[in-house]
């Protein structure tokens, strides 16, 4: 069985920083692209990270400069380091895996940027 588990969402002020992580399980973890999307009230999903190996990185323009994402292929997890945080940084993230014949998806985790 399949399993993408969130954590590390919480309630946070602008210019602060939260570190979310995604463990795997029931995949082989390291073949697969990891991705961070987010969803805001009333938009579309939206991706903001996608790591293949640390060499193979992309960012949402939004987010350049600001967050991180990596991973652990030894521990099934991957990581989004979100820094400078802003009030329109909130929304539901979701962990989402990868591959041309396969996509998981995990059920989510809230960051909220207020003051």
């Given at each position: 069985?399949?399993q993408?588990?969130?954590?590390?969402?919480?309630?946070?002020?602008?210019?602060?920083?939260?570190?979310?992580?995604?463990?795997?399980?029931?995949?082989?973890?390291?073949?697969?692209?990891?991705?961070?999307?987010?969803?805001?009230?009333?938009?579309?999903?939206?991706?903001?990270?996608?790591?293949?190996?640390?060499?193979?990185?992309?960012?949402?323009?939004?987010?350049?400069?600001?967050?991180?994402?990596?991973r652990?292929?030894?521990?099934?997890?991957?990581?989004?380091?979100?820094?400078?945080?802003?009030?329109?940084?909130?929304?539901?993230?979701?962990?989402?895996?990868?591959?041309?014949?396969?996509?998981?998806?995990?059920?989510?985790?809230?960051?909220?940027?207020?003051?």
């Amino acid at each position: 069985q399949v399993q993408l588990v969130e954590s590390g969402g919480a309630l946070v002020q602008p210019g602060g920083s939260l570190r979310l992580s995604c463990a795997a399980s029931g995949i082989a973890f390291s073949i697969y692209y990891m991705n961070w999307y987010r969803q805001a009230p009333g938009n579309q999903r939206e991706l903001v990270a996608s790591i293949a190996s640390e060499h193979n990185i992309n960012y949402a323009n939004s987010v350049k400069g600001r967050f991180t994402i990596s991973r652990d292929n030894a521990k099934n997890t991957v990581y989004l380091q979100m820094n400078s945080l802003k009030p329109e940084d909130t929304a539901i993230y979701y962990c989402n895996a990868y591959t041309m014949t396969r996509r998981y998806w995990g059920r989510g985790t809230q960051v909220t940027v207020s003051s």
